[in-house]
């Protein structure tokens, strides 16, 4: 039996809580999904709504390599400042180089996220499907599509 004061609890909070989503696409040439001889290439589809077509971001725009132990990791910003929750909502099932929290992560630096892949999984075919909730409308932070290509453009620049 589910108590009233628990159902009152999810109505308020997804009434007072604001909602975006986001898509990383990345794909190879051969669409390998084991690590192939190619790097992928991604990018960041921006949605309302999980389900709807969104609107692509530039491939590449907001990702960059870094070094952690020896290892190549390529980030990427999911524009979601400012949410106090971040989760994969998809990801291919059964994928052989992706692993959660070993060849790809969600990384919180300062009031920002980024996805990082590592290993195998950065020449693999992968789609994350990612939602973000706020306190705050996300028209608050970026009035266009413009400024958020913009905050991509500069964020690289501060690596
Ligand atoms: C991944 O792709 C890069 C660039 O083509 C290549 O140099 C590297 O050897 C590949 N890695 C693997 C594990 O095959």
């Not at 986001?22 to 991604?42: F, H, V, Y």
């Not at 994928?95 to 590592?118: G, M, P």
Request: proline residues 4%; glycine residues 6%.
């Amino acid at each position: 039996m589910i108590r009233p004061v628990l159902v009152l609890t999810i109505i308020c909070s997804s009434v007072l809580s604001y909602h975006q989503y986001r898509e990383l696409k990345c794909s190879t040439p051969t669409n390998s999904i084991r690590g192939g001889p190619d790097r992928a290439e991604c990018h960041l589809v921006l949605k309302e709504e999980e389900l709807e077509t969104g609107r692509p971001v530039p491939t590449g725009l907001g990702c960059w390599q870094e070094e952690h132990d020896g290892e190549e990791r390529e980030y990427c910003d999911i524009v979601c400042p400012k949410s106090h929750t971040v989760f994969i909502s998809f990801i291919d099932q059964g994928h052989r180089a992706c692993f959660n929290f070993i060849t790809y992560q969600i990384e919180k630096r300062n009031d920002e996220h980024v996805l990082w892949r590592s290993g195998k999984c950065l020449n693999s075919t992968v789609n994350y499907r990612i939602g973000c909730k706020f306190d705050d409308p996300f028209d608050t932070q970026f009035k266009s599509d413009n400024e958020i290509f913009a905050h991509l453009r500069a964020r690289v620049r501060k690596v």
